[in-house]
Nanobody, 117 residues
Framework: QVQLVESGGGLVQPGGSLRLSCAAS????????MGWYRQAPGKQRELVAR???????VYADSVKARFTISRDNAKNTVYLQMNSLEPEDTAVYYC???????????WGQGTQVTVSS
């Protein structure tokens, strides 16, 4: 099993930046596909970005060119660098780890990101 703890959320003005971190423990981090998801009030949870074990990445169209997902296997940590933040980015951001993309995997507790002037 793997345990995930997100951090780095907070309140930021439109156009600002935040970097989210997800620290993993309890398993072999380098074998897991990692993803960032977000959920706004009253909305479904959606995939924001994914970085698979090989390092390849995918992004939701809404965040492409603004967000960057990366991983540091030596630190068992995945990051989400968020630039040019918009009010529509406001949500609870969750980290996910899974051995296969068809599995539900493991979830962190979430970290709140609020973009407001």
């Amino acid at each position: 099993q793997v345990q995930l703890v997100e951090s780095g959320g907070g309140l930021v003005q439109p156009g600002g930046s935040l970097r989210l971190s997800c620290a993993a423990s309890g398993s072999i981090f380098s074998l897991y596909h990692m993803g960032w998801y977000r959920q706004a009030p009253g909305k479904q949870r959606e995939l924001v970005a994914r970085i698979i074990a090989s390092g390849s990445t995918v992004y939701a169209d809404s965040v492409k060119a603004r967000f960057t997902i990366s991983r540091d296997n030596a630190k068992n940590t995945v990051y989400l660098q968020m630039n040019s933040l918009e009010p529509e980015d406001t949500a609870v951001y969750y980290c996910n780890a899974r051995r296969s993309l068809i599995q539900a995997g493991y979830w962190g507790q979430g970290t709140q990101v609020t973009v407001s002037s």
